[in-house]
């Protein structure tokens, strides 16, 4: 079992810059962030769940919609267990609740996409962009 808690959703004005974080965490003593890929996902009120970009287990390797591509950075430190999302240039379209994901994937090169990929969630997020 795995445990994501994430932090640094807040209200900004359009055009402004956050920095989201994700924190893992195990009471299984062999876990490891090196094992897992990550995506970050949002959910505005009344929308299905997207995703805004993932990244590989451990050799880094991102993936981002056209829609945040160019704006949003995944950047992944395994030995910290942790994982942030930096996000720039943001738009009122960027509204939602924002969430960390993970799954198990060993040594896997893939960055998965998909909300049904990933195992583990966390609780989300509230990132509003408003002036």
């Known amino acids: 079992q795995v445990q994501l808690v994430e932090s640094g959703g807040d209200l900004v004005q359009p055009g402004g810059s956050l920095r989201l974080s994700c924190a893992a965490s195990?009471?299984?003593?062999?876990?490891?962030?090196?094992?897992?890929?990550i995506g970050w996902f949002r959910q505005a009120p009344g929308k299905e769940r997207e995703g805004v970009g993932c990244?590989?287990?451990?050799?880094?390797?991102?993936y981002y919609p056209p829609s945040v591509k160019g704006r949003f950075t995944i950047s992944k430190n395994n030995a910290e267990a942790t994982v942030h999302l930096h996000m720039n240039n943001l738009t009122p379209d960027d509204t939602a609740i924002y969430y960390c994901?993970?799954?198990?994937?060993?040594?896997?090169?893939?960055?998965?996409?998909?909300?049904?990929?990933?195992?583990?969630w966390g609780q989300g997020t509230q990132v509003t962009v408003s002036s």
């Open positions: 994901a993970a799954e198990l994937v060993g040594y896997g090169v893939a960055c998965l996409r998909r909300v049904s990929d990933y195992a583990y």
């Open positions: 195990s009471a299984d003593s062999r876990f490891k962030l090196d094992y897992y890929a």
């Open positions: 990244i590989t287990a451990s050799h880094g390797t991102t």
